[in-house]
């Protein structure tokens, strides 16, 4: 695999009725709200040797390619689908010894009734397993080249207020993930992507630096729209389509 910007579905895991554990329920909701500093935590299961386990079972059956788990202190793991410990995906999610907080997984296309995270051991031994956000879904694509221009940042909702001392007061009222960035030299087979991308008119999952098996992965991906126009039809430096498309993107995390 490669590390190349990627672009992912939404979470199909849409609603806390579709959650269970075998313990900790009443916190299944931190799973799901994108905020990876809250977590579902185990309860009276923290001794290692002891499997806890998180089990999503969606309305409908479905097909899913990625997963993640973010801020998360499971040293010993397996993911497996439709209710049995055999039914491994391709390539197997099984860790034995993790050390990484945040963990991204790719496999070939699995259809599913329902996936089960089953946590042996912590990292720090005996400890309560904990998880702040756990994602199934599927890849839209990942980018040929990465941009050759990507400006992120946290754009904060607020106030700076200047005082009568000439001191300066922040309200903070929130802050959310922006970005731009640009695509030359884009082909006639990417230039699909994008335009499929913008066309669907909805959020998506949004990774700069994909690394799986967990252990060097940063834990960053977004939920965002992709905003303003879609500026995807000019030609790299207005030559020819062989050469390829300016793609010009700018992404922002939703509300919520």
């Known amino acids: 695999m490669g590390d190349n910007f990627r672009y992912f579905s939404n979470n199909f895991i849409l609603a806390t009725a579709e959650l269970g554990a075998s313990s900790g329920t009443a916190q299944l909701s931190a799973l799901i709200d994108r905020n990876s500093a809250t977590t579902w935590s185990s309860a009276s299961e923290g001794t290692d040797g002891t499997v806890s386990t998180v089990t999503w079972t969606p309305v409908s059956a479905g097909t899913i390619d990625r997963l993640w788990i973010k801020n998360h202190n499971a040293e010993i793991y397996k993911v497996y689908y439709n209710g049995g410990t055999a039914n491994t995906f391709t390539p197997d999610i099984t860790e034995t010894g993790n050390t990484g907080t945040n963990s991204y997984h790719e496999f070939t296309a699995q259809g599913i009734t329902s996936v089960t995270l089953a946590i042996t051991n912590t990292i720090t031994p005996n400890e309560e397993k904990y998880v702040g956000e756990f994602f199934c879904g599927t890849q839209q694509f990942e980018v040929e080249n990465n941009p050759e221009s990507y400006n992120p940042l946290i754009r904060k909702k607020g106030y700076d207020l200047e005082m009568a001392d000439g001191g300066a007061k922040s309200i903070w009222l929130g802050e959310k993930y922006h970005a731009d960035m640009y695509f030359p ?34 834990g960053d991906s977004w939920l965002v729209n992709w905003v303003g126009n879609k500026d995807i039809s000019k030609l790299t430096q207005g030559i020819s389509k062989t050469v390829g498309y300016d793609v010009n993107m700018v992404i922002w995390e939703i509300s919520g």
Request: glycine share 2%; charged share 25%; net charge negative.
């Open 185 to 218: 030299y884009v082909s006639t087979t990417e230039i699909v992507n994008f335009k499929d991308l913008y066309d669907n008119h909805d959020s998506f999952y949004f990774m700069p630096t994909p690394t799986e098996s967990g252990t060097d992965w940063d």
